[in-house]
């Protein structure tokens, strides 16, 4: 058993903390909200995240699992774990003041020998600046590891204790070995590089998981144009082990906490050091305009949207997680609300007041039905296993127009239109309505 510290008790902080503590460390998880430590204290979760809160409670009970609002007066643990947020700055750069804030406290309460963890995504370089900070403000020498974090939000438990590969990038082999040993029950594929590259890793791997999402967008547009079906088409190149299936499906794109900033972060970072990232420009321009393709499809079913009612089903990013951050239902919301037309949201995880706060001029429903009583479309904006498989006779009879858009492309069409419905999705044969898109002039069998 290894006694360590994890700084910060957000979204990776508190899912990290508990896995190592069911991996048999003791952990002393730091966080300077004092609501947030006063929930988990309890044994609550401040997040949605399945299989969190029991892991929360077993720490609790074992005494391996400790939550502090202050910084301790001198650290007991010599592993130290930065997990704070590094949101994104006014000019698309990641903010990591509070990694800073973190270092500054952490490094003064260090012994020697101790080592200080990036967990925290942070710039590519963020790992020297932190030595130097540690070196200036600590009791002696001090080393830093970047151990990036891997973690899926709706299976960010499953993610830590079976994970793809575990990355430790450091110019110290052994603190790398000692952050190695925490993870030593898991039997992981430990990958040991450079500070540096561990950094860029991270960046590169959301990056492209991004990039094949708004590829298969871009693909679902030209299936649109041409009558083809995106999900057969995905399904075809996901086979080709090259490829592989996963991150292909066409929808609304990708929002969240880390793609949207991490893409932008890392074509900031390449744009001021000379590169030119015109790839990652285009991956977030298709990422945006899938918002307005939905739009432009409820125009399509609708006419003009100004006066119309709309149910928008979702709100969090995507299922299994509360998490509204860039959230393209949201997003979809506000454009909506711009466009004239009335929005009710409903979500069966998002608190309402949540909710109310981020969309004030929406309308914040308890269930699908009252969100869609009266209402001329509804779009699946989440794919919530609710929505999949939600009564669509019954969620008909109170609409006064049954137009359903597919912003996830998760309702079986023949069935959608076997209940009357004008049903639209995203690059499937008759995306655009009933009809097939029609055949391309000039060709020839």
Known sequence: MTRIAVIGCGYVGAVSAACFAELGHEVDCVDTDPDRIALLRSGRSPIHEPGLEPLIQKGIQGRRLHFLDEYPDQFEAKIVFIAVNTPESSEGAADIRWVRDAVSSVAARLGPGSIIVNKSTVPIGTGELVAGMAGRAGRGPVS????????????????????????????????????????????????????????????????????????????????????????EVAHGMGMDVRIGGQFLKAGLGWGGSCFPKDVKALAHMAAIHGAHPQLLRSVMEINSDQRLRAVAKLRGALGELEGQRVAILGAAFKANTDDTRQSPALELAQLLLLEGASVAIYDPVVPAARLNHLVPMATVAGSVEEAAKDATAVVVATDWPEFIHM??????????????????????PLAVRAAGFDYRCVGRPGAEGPALAPALEGVHA
């Open 391 to 412: 009564d669509l006779a019954r969620l008909g009879e109170g609409m006064a127009r049954r137009v359903l858009v597919d912003g996830r492309n998760v309702l079986d």
């Open 144 to 231: 830093v590891v970047s151990n990036p974090e891997f973690l899926r939000e709706g299976s960010a438990v499953r993610d830590f204790m079976q994970p793809d590969r575990v990355v430790l990038g450091s110019d110290d082999p052994q603190a790398i070995e000692r952050v190695a040993s925490l993870y030593a029950p898991l039997e992981p594929v430990i990958q040991r590089t450079d500070i540096r590259t561990a950094e860029m890793i991270k960046y590169a791997s959301n990056a492209f998981l991004a990039t094949k999402i708004s590829f298969i967008n871009e693909i679902a547009s030209i299936c649109e144009a041409l009558g083809a079906d995106v999900a």
